[in-house]
């Protein structure tokens, strides 16, 4: 079983930065693929952006462009750097990993909270 441990999350103004981080209990870079989802209240989960063990990022269209998703081999973490917040980016942020038998796992969520 893999175990994700999200950090960074809290309360920020309107056009402020945050870094997320995912601290896995394996490697994962060879072998899962890596994501951070938001569930807004009373909206469902959606998926932020997701790097592949290959190193490609896919992103929702109402992130590009303000979010970068990364690794940090030395940590084996992943990594969600956040900038040009906005109160619609409220909201719990989970950090997923997906084997290649689509097996998922899921941290803990860390809250997320932007100030207009």
């Known amino acids: 079983q893999v175990q994700l441990v999200e950090s960074g999350g809290g309360l920020v103004q309107a056009g402020g930065s945050l870094r997320l981080s995912c601290a896995a209990s394996?490697?994962?870079?060879?072998?899962?693929?890596m994501g951070w989802y938001r569930q807004a209240p009373g909206k469902q989960r959606e998926l932020v952006a997701s790097i592949s063990r290959f190193g490609s990022t896919n992103y929702a269209d109402s992130v590009k462009g303000r979010f970068t998703i990364s690794r940090d081999n030395a940590k084996n973490t992943v990594l969600l750097e956040m900038n040009s917040l906005k109160p619609e980016d409220t909201g719990v942020y989970y950090c997923n990993a997906k084997s290649g038998t689509s097996m998922d796992y899921w941290g803990q969520g860390t809250q997320v909270t932007v100030s207009s």
């Open positions: 394996v490697n994962i870079f060879g072998r899962y693929v």
